[in-house]
């Protein structure tokens, strides 16, 4: 396992969001991170330029939750209308039309290890699992 040093100055700033950011993700191969935001966006970032790869539109409504499938492919973000979006993991295109997830705010997604199922957690005390086809 890696070790985190001690370090009081970051590697790098990420700017770009115009409200919030309330979620991060780094993808498996450590060469790209996604942020979603209550300005409604996900942003696609290269980890080493520090530029953005892709500016995701699509939520009606502040980005809460995100996570990225273990192989790198699939991006599902969650919001505070209780929706949530699978994107493609390359091209940050979106997969799916907004899905009703939740009665209030998406508060947690996470894939399973295999990326077959996702799983959602939301402000109305539910769990939901969503099967990929």
Request: negative net charge; proline residues 4%; glycine residues 12%.
């Amino acid at each position: 396992m890696s070790q985190l040093i001690p370090n009081t100055t970051p590697l790098r700033t990420f700017g770009g969001h115009e409200n919030t950011v309330r979620a991060v993700a780094v993808f498996p191969d450590r060469r790209r991170m996604v942020t979603g935001s209550r300005d409604k966006t996900l942003r696609l970032w290269d980890l080493e330029t520090g530029v953005v790869l892709k500016k995701m539109e699509g939520h009606s409504s502040g980005v809460a939750a995100l996570a990225v499938s273990r192989d790198g492919q699939i991006i599902a973000s969650g919001s505070d209308d209780g929706e949530i979006i699978a994107w493609h993991g390359e091209t940050g295109e979106s997969l799916t039309k907004p899905i009703e997830a939740g009665s209030s705010y998406i508060s947690s997604v996470d894939f399973s290890p295999d990326g077959t199922v996702l799983a959602t957690g939301s402000h109305d005390g539910m769990t939901k699992f969503w099967c990929r086809a």
